[in-house]
């Protein structure tokens, strides 16, 4: 496998990070401060089924929405929640009608703009930097622009220093663990094609639920 960055971090500073590993609570304080300030509503929250009505509870009765492919929100229900939902409308019920052999422009189009995206992270940094890197970049463009509000659920083992530490938890924690994942659903292992750096945001239109607990890759 290889990637698309070479993180400037040294192999022997990120051995000795823990990335699985949840920040303390006032390390958590501190990263909502830095957040705000950047301009994203920040929850912290001491319960799994916390997170998942949260999440019921900033989606709007009639918007479309599109949930990213996301550990995190398997793990935590969310994913068959929107499914199954019938107070607004799904982007997957759409385009997981679609085949990617003829239909890609389509695809791209509508998972491209919606009124609410809801997935996670890889890193966050002390200071406030939201990290996601992704093997097509499906997921990117409503996080950066298309979508009118950005619902992010984070574990708090995500929490890192920097934006080096950022890198080097994605290459060296998460690639390892969705290549695992991939390679025993679909065979073949993931990359990382592209990334995504969120350091400010106009306010309101980004919420994170970041969790206490360690969950997702």
Do not use: C
Not at 73 to 99: K, N, P
Not at 121 to 141: C, F, K, M, P, R
Not at 190 to 202: D, F, T
Request: proline residues 4%; charged residues 25%.
């Amino acid at each position: 496998m290889t990637s698309s960055f070479e993180p400037s971090t040294s192999p022997a500073s990120a051995a000795a990070s823990d990335f699985s590993k949840p920040a303390d609570r006032t390390t958590l304080e501190r990263v909502v401060e830095a957040l705000t300030a950047r301009g994203t509503d920040v929850r912290i929250l001491s319960d799994r089924s916390e997170a998942r009505a949260a999440v019921d509870q900033l989606i709007p009765d009639g918007t479309l929405v599109y949930t990213t492919t996301s550990r995190t929100l398997d793990e935590l229900g969310i994913s068959d929640d929107v499914r199954s939902a019938t107070r607004y409308r799904t982007t997957r019920s759409y385009t997981e009608t679609l085949d990617p052999a003829t239909q890609m422009d389509e695809f791209r189009r509508h998972v491209s703009t919606m009124d609410v995206v809801i997935g996670s992270v890889h890193a966050v940094t002390e200071d406030g930097h939201v990290v996601i890197a992704s093997a097509s970049g499906s997921q990117l463009a409503p996080y950066a622009f298309g979508a009118s509000h950005v619902i992010w659920v984070v574990g708090a083992q995500k929490i890192v220093k920097d934006l080096d530490e950022a890198l080097a938890r994605i290459e060296q924690y998460s690639l390892p663990l969705e290549s695992e994942r991939l390679q025993q659903v679909y065979g073949q292992p993931s990359i990382i094609g592209k990334q995504l750096v969120v350091s400010h945001e106009r306010p309101g239109r980004n919420t994170m639920l970041l969790l206490e607990d360690a969950i997702g890759f």
